[in-house]
């Protein structure tokens, strides 16, 4: 299948490599308004460029289109890529309001295209092993949970381009790094009905916030606690979700959320936990969510089936996080309505 970019800034190379290097796939073309920016691509692919959108979609031979814009132009983008039934690869967020992310889930059911979020934190191995546990039911009944993401992000890191840290086309440290670990929680924990929270802007010089901290109440009766930085100095320290059960506590960790750090289970012994250990420290990445991703489009467009994360996904995620603004805003408890 032949794939376009739209937006051809840092995350966009992570894209056109891995189209690169699939068999089932080629990059042919780029879109982005900065000429100097398509350069690489040209060189290192052979692409054709495109300043202005709608000249690229009008390229029948383009079957997905892969969204690497800021994360505030991604409806636009979106329903004119769906109007041209092209698929759709999105970023996360998948949009910076759930207005937005109506627009662009009802576009492609509209015009028949698959689209899929980049939520890859779903793929590493730690993952899928913390969900065969959640689903044999091997914890019991959950009591609570701990999604912690304590990184670095330096002024310089907001000041590469003048979208990041704005309200508009970014969002803080929720909506940008915390809403993987915020998908994750989903896939883990199920509905959620009621947040509470609290934000704060403590050192980077940008308008949304550079740390956060809040609770979720699930459906299930769950509590989960999720904090949030991006202030530590001088490096990431930390990225973890803990779940506790009545049966066993689970600890996915490290400074990139990729190990077992900790697990006890009722019934497993230690020479079983420790094999699991093992076998994730020996490949803790496994085949990156951006290969998985792209290549469970191509399947499911093949298949004709709804991709592995898809556009609802999207938006309950951004859901929790629109959720947990709303709250530290009003400074009260926040109800949420999560769609199927």
């Known amino acids: 299948m032949n794939f376009a970019i739209v937006g051809c800034g840092f995350i966009a190379k992570k894209h056109a490599v891995v189209i690169n290097n699939l068999k089932e796939a080629r990059l042919v073309a780029v879109c982005d308004r900065i000429p100097e920016l398509m350069e690489s691509y040209v060189k290192d692919y052979g692409v054709t460029t495109y300043a202005k959108l709608e000249e690229m979609l009008q390229d029948d031979s383009i079957d997905v289109v892969n969204i690497c814009t800021p994360s505030g132009t991604h ?35 509209e015009n028949n295209v698959k689209l899929s979020v980049v939520h890859p934190n779903r793929f590493r191995p730690v993952v899928i092993k913390m969900m065969e546990i959640l689903d044999q039911k091997l914890l019991g009944n959950i009591s609570h949970a701990l999604c912690i993401v304590n990184w670095n992000r330096g002024q310089e890191y907001y000041d590469q381009s003048p979208w990041r840290g704005t309200k508009e086309h970014d969002g803080g440290v929720l909506m940008n790094q915390a809403i993987h670990n915020i998908d994750l929680l989903l896939t883990f924990m199920g509905k959620p009905i009621e947040v509470f929270s609290m934000v704060a802007t403590r050192l980077r010089n940008i308008e949304a916030d550079d740390v956060s901290t809040g609770i979720v109440r699930f459906e299930s009766g769950a509590l989960a606690t999720i ?21 066993g506590t689970v600890k996915i960790g490290g400074s990139n959320a990729l190990y077992l750090e900790h697990i006890i289970i009722e019934g497993i012994d230690e020479e079983t936990t420790e094999k699991w250990k093992n076998s994730i420290i020996a490949d803790p990445w496994g085949i990156t969510g951006h290969e998985q991703i792209i290549k469970d489009t191509i399947y499911a467009i093949k298949e004709n089936r709804q991709p592995i994360v898809t556009g609802v996904d999207g938006r309950n995620a951004l859901s929790l996080v629109l959720s947990f603004y709303e709250s530290a805003s009003n400074k009260k408890i926040v109800r949420l309505i999560v769609k199927e």
């Open 75 to 109: 409806a636009v983008i979106a329903e004119l890529a769906a109007k041209h039934g092209k698929h759709i690869i999105i970023e996360k967020p998948i949009a910076l309001t759930l207005e937005d992310s109506d627009r662009i889930i009802n576009a492609a059911k």
């Open 227 to 247: 904090q949030a930085s991006t202030t530590v100095y001088p490096k990431n320290f930390e990225e973890s979700i803990t779940i506790f059960g009545e049966k």
